[in-house]
Structures are given as C-alpha cells and as structure tokens.
C-alpha cells in the first residue's frame, strides 16, 4: 500500500498518536473482551459501536466522492483520527483509512477493532444513499492503514 520509509513514518504516528493515559486501559479492556466474546462478537460490537459514532456525527449533505472526503477528513482530523483517501475503482470504492489509534488496544485487537471503522463508515454510507452496497474491511497487512470496500452485495 506504501513504500517502507511511509510506511516507518505511519507506523511511528500510529503508535505514539494514542494518549499514554488510555493505552494500559485500552489494552486491558481489548484482553477482557477477548475473553468474554469471539471475534466475530467482538467485530459486531465495534462495528455496532461505530453505527453510533456516525450517528453522532452526521455526514449531511454530500453529493461528490470530494464532499465525502473532505468530510470524512475533518470529522477523523478533528479527533486525532487520521486521515483518509477514496480511491474509486470500476467495481468498487475503496476507503484507506490511515494513522487510527486502534493500535492503542493492543496488537491482538488488530483483527476485530477496525469494525469500528466499518460500522461507521457503512452508516455513513448509508445515510447518503448507498442502499444495496456492501462496505467490507480488506485486509493490507498493515496495521496502521485500514482499506474498507464499498461494492454491490453479492
């Protein structure tokens, strides 16, 4: 997704953007939710969890892939969230989110915190009209870049 020296610098942001307040507590709630919950669970409640952070903060009025990415930007960069890009393919939409301080909740969390990002984004998504469209998380292998797809259900 990106050369080495970028990806260095992202993964130097990644780790230090998270408040040292928070990432003992982050990473001792991740292991008691790993306990409680499968992943599968665990990627239901964040995702759940990202439903209502993008009701909380809604997209309004956004009629160009532009609009919709100024406005996820200032939404992300106004939290310390980090920034994305739409890369429009012929089949599909791709949103790379990049520099989330998930990497706060530990490196096992890795597979079942980005559904934060999914459940928000696909109600955002849905919010603007992308009813039949499906927002799924792509895997880069990269933890401090998240690649979503929006693409008709199968």
Known sequence: MRDEHTAT????YTSHQASTQWRAFLTALAQEFETQLETSQLRELMAR???RFADAHPAGACTTLDDLAAFFNTTWSSLDWGFVNLVEQDDYLAIEHFCAPLAAFGP???TWTP?????AYQRWLDELGAGGLDLRQFETGEWHAFE???AKTA
């Not at 610098?9 to 130097?12: C, E, F, K, R």
């Not at 559904?115 to 459940?119: D, S």
Request: proline share 0%; net charge negative.
């Open 115 to 119: 559904a934060f990002l999914e459940g």
């Open 49 to 51: 969890i990202g439903v």
């Open 108 to 110: 096992a969390a890795a």
């Open 9 to 12: 610098l992202l993964d130097y």
């Open 148 to 150: 979503f797809r929006l």
